[in-house]
């Protein structure tokens, strides 16, 4: 399996930014799709962000507007931009990987995380968002 890396969690107060990155670096495919999810307490695991190797990205409902989700030249590394965060983003967050480009079937993923059991998954960086 490919291993992916993530970092850039930490703990903010609301209304403030992070940027979590996620390292592919030893993937060698030109095609597929990376997302991020979390899971916060006591809740199910949810999307967050997804994007296709093209580029092209899905958000969650609740995350439009405040966070970006894109790809480093390299197309090695991707960067979730938060900004204004809220109490309720306080969860584990979780990066991964699909190996073909989505489309439309992004936004399916992100509302169903186990949609693809052939997914690999990072460990995991926290996030913690104070009121």
């Known amino acids: 399996q490919v291993p992916l890396v993530e970092s850039g969690g930490g703990s903010v107060q609301s209304g403030g930014s992070l940027r979590l990155s996620c390292e592919a670096s030893?993937?060698?495919?030109?095609?597929?799709?990376m997302a991020w999810f979390r899971q916060g307490p006591g809740k199910e695991r949810e999307g967050v962000a997804a994007?296709?190797?093209?580029?092209?990205?899905s958000y969650a409902d609740s995350v439009k507007g405040r966070f970006t989700i894109s790809l480093d030249d390299s197309k090695k590394w991707q960067l979730l931009q938060m900004d204004s965060l809220k109490p309720d983003d306080t969860a584990m967050y979780y990066c991964?990987?699909?190996?073909?480009?989505?489309?439309?079937?992004?936004?399916?993923?992100?509302?169903?995380?186990?949609?693809?059991?052939?997914?690999?998954w990072g460990q995991g960086t926290q996030v913690t968002v104070s009121s």
């Open positions: 994007i296709d190797s093209d580029g092209s990205t």
């Open positions: 030893v993937y060698t495919r030109t095609s597929y799709c």
């Open positions: 991964a990987l699909v190996s073909s480009q989505l489309g439309s079937q992004r936004q399916w993923w992100l509302n169903q995380p186990s949609r693809f059991p052939e997914a690999v």
